[in-house]
């Protein structure tokens, strides 16, 4: 059996993956595999999608306290795929635990798209905020 995978959220900070983790773009192409995996929220990173600590820099704020999310039941274990879509978002496919940045857990889901440009109105999840932004990566 797999260890629980987890998508913590960190205040001013990046996605923290823990568990089965695999980073792929939509084409297949694995970026890495681990268990434990900094993904870039902010848009700044020089080595997207990982984080380099460019957030530190950038000016990125996020409380990392997620609200208003509904819980899925979990369907079996295994890992947690994210796929990296090409100046968009990230979408994570499998079961996951997501915490808050004060340690609580928001919901356990088994799909979510996160953002990862830093504009999003919907922190830390994807309103779309990217294209208007132009960002890319």
């Known amino acids: 059996?797999?260890?629980?995978?987890?998508?913590?959220?960190?205040?001013?900070?990046?996605?923290?993956?823990?568990?089965?983790?695999?980073?792929?773009?939509?084409?297949?192409?694995?970026?890495?595999?681990?268990?434990?995996?900094?993904?870039?929220?902010?848009?700044?990173?020089?080595?997207?999608?990982f984080c380099d600590g460019s957030h530190r820099d950038s000016g990125f704020e996020d409380d990392g306290i997620v609200v208003g999310i509904s819980s899925d039941d979990l369907e079996g274990d295994g890992p947690l795929i994210i796929t990296v879509h090409s100046n968009a978002m990230l979408?994570?496919?499998?079961?996951?635990?997501?915490?808050?940045?004060?340690?609580?857990?928001?919901?356990?889901?088994?799909?979510?798209a996160f953002c990862r440009c830093g504009y999003s109105a919907r922190k830390p999840f994807c309103d779309g905020s990217h294209k208007e932004a132009g960002f890319e990566d």
């Open 1 to 49: 059996m797999s260890q629980q995978n987890r998508v913590k959220i960190r205040e001013n900070g990046p996605l923290l993956c823990t568990g089965e983790i695999e980073v792929c773009a939509p084409d297949g192409h694995m970026y890495g595999k681990g268990d434990n995996i900094a993904l870039c929220r902010c848009g700044a990173s020089q080595n997207k999608p």
């Open 91 to 112: 979408v994570a496919k499998g079961p996951m635990t997501i915490v808050s940045a004060d340690g609580s857990i928001a919901a356990t889901r088994n799909k979510a």
